[in-house]
């Protein structure tokens, strides 16, 4: 049986579409558009933390759920382009 992962600063937003988590606090900001923030711009996760004033232990965090739940998360953003007429 799989164990669920306890986020500190990550949460489920069940008023919307995507299955992936958000940043708590942060309206629409999710873990996702974090992780995208740091790797398209090559910046440590310090320099993404101040890019959104998150503490670095978030940007961690982000990582780590992005890495566990990629396949969720990419399906969506895939999905994302799709509808956009992008893909």
Request: charged residues 25%.
């Given at each position: 049986m799989a164990v669920a992962t306890e986020y500190i600063f990550l949460i489920s937003r069940p008023d919307t579409a995507k299955k992936q988590l958000y940043v708590k606090g942060r309206g629409c900001l999710t873990a996702r558009d974090v992780v995208g923030t740091l790797i398209s711009n090559?910046?440590?996760?310090?320099?993404?933390?101040?890019?959104?004033?998150?503490?670095?232990?978030?940007v961690l965090e982000a990582c780590q759920y992005y890495e566990e739940n990629k396949s969720l998360v990419d399906a969506e953003v895939s999905e994302e382009r799709r509808l956009a007429g992008l893909d």
């Open positions: 090559r910046l440590t996760p310090r320099q993404t933390a101040d890019v959104y004033s998150l503490p670095v232990e978030a």
